[in-house]
């Protein structure tokens, strides 16, 4: 970061009313007035910090409009500032003390306008770390008000500072600390309008500790509604000039006020209202630039508005900034692809080779500039981030650049330093004398050879790093996060192409580093070094705040040999549990990628290893394979067990998981009147033995020890009479489960493995013992029935409902019995319920449902698996068929579950607005069965439809819903439908006898 000073161009101001800026007329508080705008003189003010101990020069250049006259120190808060600074032209030198002071100066310039001031922090710190949050304050009427600094900041106040008595106020009013306080300060407001109070606070223990510096913004309104003015934060790429409007932010009471945009001052940057806006009364927008190359960090915008009636409001706004950054490495300066701002500055043709990324893999969005290979623009003609003297960098200097250094990043060079990477740059090494030039991708390090003179590709630019003025290296890319590990920082000073003696330089590190020495002295050769260390993970930026164009990065990795593991569980009831387990080193730093070994007791499943991801955390789950019963045999031990995981790097977690014990088998309410009753016990079959037909063919230990008896399939009806017969569970209309039974069938394949992990139901019997018959079948399942055709059976631990033909289906097979009692369809959904995203499943029994970004709930065209199931026919809406379709439409695999029939329905049969025509009728039908719990099933609009596909796109590759045929909406367009494609979101009109896919809304 470049050494932090900020302009704030805000004094004399003109107050409110047109009498104060020179006009005598009065007005109407109903007709807009012409606010105030900046006067002809400015009153500056400019904040830096300097290091203690240490000579500076005060460089004001951009700041003056003509040298200076004289400087002269106006406060000292501790002491340590120069009473006899220096001038030189735009520029004056100072001697910092020892102890952190805030010295405000005063200066006059050789052309006689407004006095400018000046504050200096001396502090070990940088001017952004010694900052406080702006504070904005709104009054009502001229006069006395009271601002407590500690209390509009709350938390964010320092502990043990108090409030400098000097304080420098800019625009309306006058403000002085009130005597005794920690931070309160009385502001008398001499007229309405706005101004701003920058203030200082100093540590009352430790004066050696950093000054803190902050503004307050204010408005003075004569009107009792003023305006209203709101903070907001901004994200930005790049070193501007950005457009920034605040129109959204900023609101008047006072209908018809017309809210304009009067000032803006920032922080670190220059911010302006272009002069054709400056009197339009409606105008929000300014513009806003920082100082130098590629600046980057939070930044602090204050801006004023008027309603032009009396009332002002201020606000503030944080841009953050990322700039990829000029990188230093082996004795270059590396230029990062030119913004098409910094490529039109620089007098290139920004006509040719602009790329837009949007891919945050590949770096961040921003406007690039390319050039063919040929040169449509050329590095030695550059001056730019402090060099006039940049070239194209050789195939030598880019495989160092990448092997040396930059492949040490996951992911090419992005996280380390911002770089914009989805484009290949190209050096001037010619490959074959016919006009092919090489290149590297910085993102993958892949090699292309045969780049051709009319590519457009991003060009590397280098320049000598041992410039004039300082210079700082590292002797290598990369070190530990242990404390332990370091990197020696070479500093050299080359002064008029000579080295420097007995220069000393203060240095600085980012993100919490360590250096050996803060100052070093240069020798005879003006070099220097000094050792970094470090226990925070990250890239460490090295520079000196007296000299802010030298910087040098180094990252800082995780220590992996010195690890903590630890684990979070969810809640151990059920079949399976979630583990997150984080990894970070002995100083708290998260690593990524590392591979933890995983072990589990018996009766556990779990994976052998996972891998960490972001935040360092590693997911998976650990599965229940034993399962106890109530009042079972088996041992209760089986309802605990333990999960280490552990790490090469002595990080090792435990998480000992406990059930509680599950019931005995009770009946299933799967809902909508369904209920599933389990197969009875060996002991409940023998109370009633003599009344099943064929008697009972065995019995087998279920996993939770209890005997289950086995019957045929004859005697599965008989189990299922006895249960009818006693009217169990208060129903009497129990039967054998049938082949098109879809609740039982959607439970099954859904998740039939519930019932045996929370219900204790058997999921099948192994040992089993047969009773009578041949025993043919190895294994117990469960029987269901189909009145003609092949017996076909179930297994609850697999969720599969099996067709039988493996030659162990005869009915005279034992099998487990169980039973259901229902009087109504259901419909299933598709999968695991909303926003499944299985591509395979669509063309089931079952629907599909997915939602929008306001939780509406779509669905896919019905499959002809599902039309045969509710008893729906083809024919033509008009035909009179309440239940029908109009066509087939089959999917090849592009747009659809391949091989698979789904229904086309028309728009006839019904008024001319489609209500009771073929679709209408098929999403009434939903909403009579009460499909996904819901009553309100209707045609969507062609409004509706597009929200749904907006959130996410293509259907078909998001959730797998059918999508060769557009889909029918209910929104008119003169005599015809307007329909919608999910595949691509294109419209289109649609005459009501046209064959289209259906999807069914529900808002509910």
Not at 77 to 88: F, H, K, L, M, R
Not at 612 to 631: D, K, L, N, P
Request: hydrophobic share 35%.
């Amino acid at each position: 970061m470049s050494l932090i000073m900020f302009k704030l161009p805000l004094a004399l101001w003109c107050a409110v009313m047109l009498s104060a800026c020179g006009d005598d007329s009065s007005s109407s508080p109903s007709v807009p007035e012409s606010s105030p705008i900046y006067p002809d003189g400015e009153n500056q003010n400019t904040v830096l910090a300097v290091a203690p101990q240490l000579s500076h020069k005060i460089d004001l250049a951009g700041l003056t409009s003509a040298p200076l006259s004289s400087v002269a120190l106006k406060h000292d808060s501790a002491g340590s500032c120069d009473d006899a600074p220096v001038v030189s032209h735009v520029s004056f030198s100072i001697e910092a003390g020892s102890v952190s002071s805030s010295c405000h100066y005063q200066y006059a310039t050789q052309n006689n306008a407004a006095p400018g001031n000046v504050t200096v922090l001396i502090t070990p710190d940088t001017l952004e770390e010694s900052r406080l949050a702006a504070i904005n304050v709104a009054f009502v009427g001229a006069g006395m008000h009271d601002i407590d600094i500690q209390t509009q900041l709350g938390s964010d106040f320092p502990a043990n500072y108090v409030l400098d008595e000097y304080l420098v106020v800019l625009g309306v009013g006058t403000a002085s600390k009130v005597p005794g306080s920690i931070a309160q300060i009385e502001f008398n407001a001499g007229s309405a309008g706005f101004g701003l109070i920058n203030y200082t606070l100093s540590h009352s223990v430790t004066p050696e500790l950093n000054v803190k510096v902050g503004s307050i913004n204010i408005s003075v309104s004569d009107t009792i509604v003023p305006p209203t003015a709101q903070n907001d934060s901004l994200d930005y790429y790049g070193s501007g000039p950005f457009d920034i409007d605040i129109a959204h932010l900023v609101a008047s009471p006072v209908e018809g006020a017309a809210m304009q945009l009067v000032a803006v001052h920032g922080l670190s940057l220059d911010v302006w209202i272009d002069d054709a806006d400056k009197n339009n009364l409606t105008n929000t927008r300014f513009q806003a630039q920082t100082h130098t190359f590629r600046d980057e960090g939070s930044f602090d915008i204050s801006y004023v508005v008027s309603d032009n009636r009396g009332g002002y409001a201020v606000g503030t706004i944080t841009l953050n900034l990322t700039s990829p950054q000029v990188i230093k490495y082996n004795g270059l300066k590396w230029l990062p692809p030119l913004t098409l701002e910094e490529a039109g500055s620089q007098g290139l043709d920004t006509s040719q080779g602009v790329l837009i990324n949007t891919n945050p893999a590949y770096g961040p969005s921003m406007t690039v500039i390319r050039g063919h290979a040929e040169g449509r623009w050329r590095c030695d003609a550059l001056d730019i981030a402090g060099s006039d003297s940049w070239r194209q960098a050789s195939q030598a200097d880019v495989d160092a650049f990448w092997f040396d250094h930059l492949s040490l990043y996951d992911g090419g060079i992005v996280s380390g330093y911002a770089w914009v990477e989805s484009n290949t740059p190209n050096t001037s090494t010619e490959t074959d004398g016919e006009g092919k030039y090489w290149g590297r991708s910085l993102r993958s390090g892949n090699v292309n050879a045969s780049i051709d003179n009319a590519d457009r590709t991003a060009m590397l630019c280098v320049t000598e790093s041992n410039a004039e003025g300082l210079n700082l290296n590292t002797d290598k890319a990369q070190i530990v996060a242990d404390g332990l590990d370091q990197v020696t920082v070479d500093v050299v000073f080359i002064e008029a192409g000579e080295p420097v003696a007995d220069k000393v330089i203060y240095l600085h590190a980012t993100n919490d580093a360590a250096l050996s020495q803060y100052y070093v002295t240069t020798d005879a050769y003006g070099r220097a070094s000094t050792m970094l260390s470090a226990t925070t993970a990250g890239v460490v930026r090295i520079f000196s705040p007296q000299y802010p164009q030298a910087s040098t990065d180094i990252r800082v990795i995780g220590d992996a040999s010195a690890t903590v593991l630890t684990a979070l569980t969810g809640e151990a009831s059920g079949q399976q549990v979630a583990i997150h387990a984080k990894l970070v080193d002995v100083n708290d730093n998260v690593l990524l990628g590392e591979s933890l070994s995983i072990s589990c007791d018996d009766g556990l499943a779990c994976p052998n290893a996972v891998t960490t991801e972001g935040a360092g955390v590693a997911r998976f789950e650990v599965t229940r394979t034993q399962h106890v019963e109530v009042g079972s045999t088996a041992s209760s031990t089986l309802n605990s067990g333990a999960v280490t995981i552990t790490h090469v790097g002595g990080g090792e977690a435990s998480v000992t998981l406990e059930w509680t014990e599950l019931p005995a088998p009770s009946v299933l309410d799967l809902g909508d009147d369904v209920l599933w009753h389990p197969p009875l016990t060996y002991a409940e079959m023998q109370a009633f033995a003599a009344d099943i037909e064929g008697g009972i063919k065995g019995h087998g230990t279920s996993g939770a020890g209890v005997q289950i008896g086995l019957v045929n399939s004859l005697g599965n009806e008989s189990v299922c009479n006895h249960l009818r017969l006693q009217e169990t569970a208060g129903r009497a209309d129990w039967r054998p489960i049938q082949q098109d039974d879809q609740a039982i069938r959607r439970y099954v394949e859904g998740h039939g493995e519930a019932a045996v992990a929370y219900r204790g139901w058997p999921g099948v019997l192994s040992n089993k013992q047969a009773l009578q018959g041949d025993g043919k079948n190895r294994r117990a399942d469960y029987w269901s029935y189909k009145p003609s055709g092949t017996q076909k059976y179930m297994k609850l631990h697999t969720n599969r409902w099996n067709a039988g033909g493996d030659g162990y289906n005869e009915s005279t097979s034992g099998r487990m019995a169980s039973c259901v009692s229902t009087s109504t369809l259901i419909i299933p959904m598709c999968g695991t319920g909303v926003n499944d995203d299985n591509k395979a499943n669509a063309g089931g029994v079952c629907l599909k449902v997915a939602a929008d970004a306001s939780g509406n709930w779509f669905t896919n065209t019905p499959s002809l698996a599902l039309m045969d199931y509710l008893g729906y026919t083809e024919s033509t809406g008009d035909s009179g068929q309440a239940k029908s379709y109009s066509r087939l439409s089959n999917e090849n695999g592009t747009n659809g579950p391949a091989g698979f029939d789904f229904a086309e329905f028309d728009q006839l049969g019904g008024d001319s607005n489609g209500s009771g025509g073929q679709a209408d009728r098929y999403c009434q039908d939903l909403a009579q069965l009460r499909f996904g719990g819901r009553s309100d099933w209707q045609r969507p609009t062609l409004t509706q439809l597009e929200s749904f596909y907006d959130l996410g796109g293509n259907k078909w590759h998001q959730y797998g819903f059918p999508a060769y045929s557009f889909y029918a909406t209910k929104t008119k367009l003169g005599s015809n439908f307007q329909s919608l494609h999910l595949t691509v979101g294109v419209p289109l009109e649609m005459e009501p006898i046209r064959n289209l896919y259906v999807s069914c809304v529900s808002t509910d």
